[in-house]
C-alpha cells in the first residue's frame, strides 16, 4: 500500500465524515445469537470480542469477521480507522462514522455505503464493532435473517 494513496484515502474519510447526513437510511435487522457463513457457524474465539446489539442492530468486531473472510486488518490509531483488504478491494470504517467505503484495487472505483447508525470502537477492549449487514455487503455477501432462530447468514454472491 502506498503511502500517497493512503494519504488521499485519509482525506477522503474526514470529507465522507461531513457528507454523512446527505445518505439515505438503509434498513438492518435487530440483534443475532449465531452467525452462519456460507454454512458453517462463525463462533467468535474468546478475548476477540462479542455479537452485541447496538441501536437495534446487530454489531460484530470488524476484526474477527474480516479475518474469518480472509482478508487482512490493520487499524491507524490517528484517524481511528480500521482498514481492511483483499486482494481485490480495500475497505475503510471510522470510529463514530456512519459511512463505509471500500475502493477496488483493480479499477479504483469507490464506493460509499451509507449505514444507519455508525461504527464505535469499543475503549475497554478496543475493538472496532459495526452492524455486520454492511460490512458482509462491502464483501459482496448476500445478508439472510432468521428471526426464529436469531440467526444471521452471509452467503458469497457468486
Not at 454523512?20 to 457457524?41: R, W, Y
Not at 478475548?47 to 442492530?57: A, C, H, L, P, T
Not at 483493480?106 to 475503549?123: F, K, N, V, W
Not at 449487514?133 to 432468521?146: H, I, K, P, Q, S
Request: with cysteine.
Amino acid at each position: 500500500m502506498n503511502i500517497k494513496f493512503l494519504k488521499k484515502l485519509k482525506a477522503l474519510l474526514a470529507l465522507l465524515s461531513a457528507l454523512t447526513l446527505v445518505f439515505s437510511s438503509v434498513q438492518s435487522f435487530a440483534a443475532a445469537n449465531v452467525i452462519k457463513i456460507d454454512g458453517t457457524e462463525a463462533v467468535i474465539p474468546n478475548g476477540m470480542g462479542e455479537i452485541r446489539e447496538r441501536d437495534n442492530r446487530t454489531f460484530v468486531p470488524l476484526r474477527f469477521v474480516s479475518e474469518f473472510l480472509k482478508y487482512t486488518v490493520w487499524y491507524d490509531d490517528a484517524s481511528k480507522t480500521a482498514y481492511v483488504s483483499s486482494d481485490e478491494k480495500l475497505i475503510c470504517v471510522q470510529n463514530g462514522n456512519s459511512v463505509l467505503f471500500s475502493v477496488s484495487k483493480s479499477t479504483g472505483e469507490s464506493t460509499l455505503m451509507q449505514m444507519d447508525t455508525a461504527a464505535y470502537i469499543d475503549e475497554a477492549e478496543g475493538r472496532t464493532y459495526l452492524p455486520i449487514r454492511f460490512l458482509a455487503e462491502a464483501m459482496n455477501y448476500t445478508v439472510g435473517w432468521d428471526e426464529a432462530s436469531k440467526t444471521v447468514t452471509l452467503d458469497i454472491i457468486k
